[in-house]
C-alpha cells in the first residue's frame, strides 16, 4: 500500500523498554519483514489480533473540534508494545502493523480555521482521501481472517472501517442483510447531518449507505446532542437505539452493567463494530474532554464484556488526544489505550 508506515522490527525495538529477565510484547511480537508480501504475511500469521494507528486530527477540525487526536497513537504503540508477555496476554496474538501515512494530508490542513468556511470545506474534502486509505487496509485485514484494531484519530474513521469491513465480509457471506452493527461508547452520537465528511457523522453516512445495519448508542450525554439528531434515533427504533449517561448515573434507572447489556442485545445478532470514544471517560485528554462521564474502570469493563458477549468485527479508539494546545501534555492515556486493547483481545480469548 503506497499510504501506510510498516513498522519493521527496527521500529518496533526503538519502541520497546528492554528489561533483562523479562519479556514484553515488543521483545517477541512478529514484524513484517517484506513490505511486498504483507498479505502473505498476514495471513500465515497465528495472530488473531491486526492493529494499526492514524495520526490524524483533520476529521475532529473539520467538525470544528480542537486539534490533537493525532497524537494518541504513538503513546499507545509504545505501551501496548511494552506489556509484559505473559500467560495473561501473548505477544502471538497480536500483530503491530503500522500506521496509515497521513502526513501529506496533515500538511495540507496546516493552518486552516475553522472560522472559516473555505477552510472547513477544504478539511471536509481531505477527511474524504484518509477514508479511502484507512478502506485499503482494513479490507486487507478482513481478508486475512484477522479482527483489527484501530487506534488515533477522530471518531471520522468509523466510516471507512465500517466499509471495509462490510464489504469484505459481505465478499464471504458473513454479513447481515444490510450491513454489520456498531455499539459506541461516546458522550456524543456522531450522527449528524450528511454535510461533507467529518468526526461528527461516520455513522450516519454508513447508515445512510446501507453498511450499517444495527447503530447503538452507550451513556450519551443528554445536552450534547442536537434534537434533530436524537429524533432520527426515536424514529428508527428497530435500528438505533441510545442509553443516556443520565438514565443511567443521574436517575439510576439501571446500572451501567444493565445498559451495557441492553445495547449488547440490540445489536448482537450478527457482526458489531466495537467502538469507544475516549471523551466519553473523564477528565482523559480528547477533543471535547468532559469532567463529568464515565470512569477508566467502567471503560474497561464495556470493552471487555463486548468482546466478551458479540461476534466483534473490530475495535476503534477514538478521539484521544494527550497533546493539546491548551493543557499540558497527559502521555497517560497511552497506557490507558494499552489497558483497552489487552481487556478487549482478553474479552475475545476467554469467550
Known amino acids: 500500500m503506497l499510504h501506510f508506515k510498516y513498522y519493521t522490527q527496527k521500529e518496533i525495538k526503538h519502541l520497546t523498554r528492554s528489561r533483562y529477565g523479562e519479556c514484553k510484547i515488543g521483545d517477541k511480537i512478529a514484524c513484517i519483514k517484506n513490505a511486498d508480501e504483507v498479505e502473505t504475511f498476514l495471513k500465515q500469521s497465528p495472530a488473531r489480533f491486526v492493529l494499526f ?7 475532529v477540525r473539520a467538525n470544528y473540534g480542537r486539534p490533537g487526536a493525532n497524537t494518541a497513537w504513538k503513546p499507545a504503540v509504545e505501551n501496548i508494545l511494552n506489556l509484559q508477555d505473559n500467560s495473561f496476554f501473548s505477544a502471538e496474538s497480536l500483530i ?4 496509515v501515512n497521513v502526513d501529506d494530508l496533515m500538511e495540507q490542513a496546516a493552518n486552516t480555521s ?3 468556511k473555505f477552510d472547513i470545506e477544504r478539511l471536509r474534502k481531505l477527511v474524504e482521501f484518509i477514508d479511502a486509505r484507512v478502506v485499503e487496509v482494513v479490507e486487507m485485514i478482513i481478508a486475512a481472517n484477522k479482527i483489527p484494531i484501530v487506534i488515533g484519530g477522530g471518531h471520522n474513521n468509523s466510516y471507512p472501517i465500517i466499509k471495509a469491513v ?3 465480509l459481505r465478499r464471504e457471506k458473513k454479513t447481515c442483510t444490510k450491513g454489520i452493527n456498531a455499539i459506541n461508547c461516546d458522550a456524543h452520537t456522531d450522527f449528524r447531518a450528511l454535510e461533507g465528511r467529518h468526526s461528527g457523522n461516520s455513522f450516519s ?9 444495527k447503530y447503538v448508542v452507550l451513556a450519551l450525554h443528554e445536552q450534547y446532542n442536537a434534537a434533530n439528531t436524537l429524533q432520527k434515533f426515536k424514529d428508527n427504533p428497530e435500528f438505533l437505539l441510545y442509553k443516556t449517561y443520565e438514565d443511567i448515573f443521574i436517575r439510576e434507572k439501571e446500572t451501567f452493567m444493565q445498559s451495557i447489556d441492553a445495547c449488547i442485545d440490540f445489536c448482537k445478532e450478527c457482526y458489531c463494530g466495537v467502538e469507544l470514544d475516549l471523551d466519553a471517560i473523564t ?7 468532559t469532567s463529568c462521564g464515565i470512569s477508566p474502570l467502567q471503560a474497561r469493563q464495556y470493552i471487555y464484556r463486548c468482546a466478551q458477549k458479540l461476534n466483534p468485527a473490530y475495535l476503534h479508539i477514538a478521539e484521544g488526544a494527550p497533546v493539546l494546545s491548551h493543557i499540558k501534555a497527559d502521555y ?4 490507558l489505550i494499552s489497558y483497552l486493547v ?3 483481545i482478553k474479552g475475545v480469548a476467554e469467550k
Open 205 to 213: 453516512y454508513a447508515f445512510e449507505e446501507g453498511i450499517l445495519n
Open 96 to 99: 503491530v502493523l503500522g500506521e
Open 342 to 344: 489487552s481487556d478487549f
Open 332 to 335: 497517560k492515556t497511552g497506557k
Open 53 to 59: 494507528g492514524i495520526p490524524e486530527d483533520i476529521g
Open 166 to 168: 462490510n464489504e469484505a
Open 283 to 289: 477528565n482523559v485528554p480528547s477533543s471535547a474532554r
Open 114 to 116: 475553522t472560522k472559516n
